[in-house]
């Protein structure tokens, strides 16, 4: 990747308008991280220690939760040290990798959420040759391709947003490093690389949402065809989480980026939303509405004192 910047750090100005309360919003969002930490964490050993949730569903919740534990590490920390009272500044290396890896586990979430959405669609549609279709070949291959696809997609953006020179101004409006901030600071042309930004971050997230809407369509029609109600109870029941968090995904990226005019304070705090709350959510949705990580939840920290004893 070319630099052509003479800046080597950059200062992050955070939230907009929200001067006087950086104490109550550091002990709100330190709270929401904990929590989404320890949340996710719980999940995964849930799953890793019962045998009975060694399934493609859960594996990609696995891969979910490991997202969720490390998507609102990409801004949180830096978000949380400065409204601390420390410094706002950012090193230009660490503004790159902010964009990179937020990017990054973005894009590997949303094309996670799709292949989550497919497993659902062979579940119920196909449900004799399930464990024909969702081998643990196609599962691994499936699990890698949403890391190489994500990593794809988040080189290019940040190899097009720091190909450009920044010289002069440093102080980013926002409180992490994202592209439409960036480009405001470089030193150069940025309308091109602007358009190109906006379709392919907007491009991606709507085909994710169109193939996860075929795939519920198939569910829908499957389930209608159901003719007991606790048959289609149970089906539906296997998919409400999913299309739960699904909405908590997308819901926050439409706002964003369909907006007729941006609205700065708006944007920030639904990127927060987007950032730690979505992320501290989705092991309640998974748990909550599951009986089997229920279960697994409750055996592994009722065997916790049993184990830390011996």
């Not at 919740?61 to 998507?71: A, E, N, Y």
């Not at 500044?89 to 497919?118: D, K, P, R």
């Not at 101004?169 to 901030?181: A, G, K, L, S």
């Amino acid at each position: 990747m070319r630099n052509f910047s003479v800046v080597t750090q950059f200062i992050l100005l955070g939230i907009p308008h929200t001067e006087g309360v950086e104490i109550m919003l550091f002990v709100l969002f330190l709270s929401f991280y904990i929590f989404t930490l320890v949340g996710n964490l719980l999940i995964l050993f849930a799953i890793v220690s019962s045998s009975r949730l060694h399934t493609p569903m859960y594996f990609f919740l696995c891969q979910l939760s490991v997202c969720d534990i490390f998507f609102p590490s990409v801004s949180s920390p830096k978000m949380l040290f400065y409204l601390s009272g420390n410094s706002r500044a950012i090193s230009y290396t660490g503004c790159v990798c902010q964009l990179f890896f937020y990017h990054f586990l973005g894009c590997t979430e949303c094309f996670l959420y799709t292949v989550m959405a497919y497993d659902r669609f062979i579940a119920i549609c196909f449900p004799l040759r399930y464990s024909i279709i969702m081998n643990h070949k196609v599962c691994a291959i499936m699990a890698v391709g949403t890391s190489f696809f994500g990593c794809i997609q988040a080189t290019f953006l940040t190899t097009l947003t720091f190909q450009l020179p920044y010289c002069g101004p440093n102080e980013v409006d926002y409180y992490f490093c994202d592209i439409p901030v960036m480009l405001k600071l470089a030193c150069a042309d940025t309308s091109t690389l602007e358009m190109v930004g906006l379709i392919s971050v907007g491009l991606m997230p709507l085909s994710c949402f169109l193939l996860i809407l075929t795939s519920y369509s198939f569910i829908l029609c499957s389930i209608l065809q159901i003719r007991s109600t606790e048959g289609r109870h149970r089906a539906f029941s296997t998919c409400s989480a999913h299309l739960t968090a699904i909405l908590l995904a997308f819901m926050p990226v439409v706002l964003i980026y369909l907006q007729p005019t941006p609205n700065p304070w708006l944007n920030a705090a639904v990127q927060v939303l987007n950032n730690l709350v979505t992320p501290m959510l989705n092991p309640l949705i998974y748990s909550l509405r599951n009986k089997e990580v229920k279960c697994s939840l409750k055996k592994m920290l009722q065997q916790g004192p049993i184990l830390s004893k011996k």
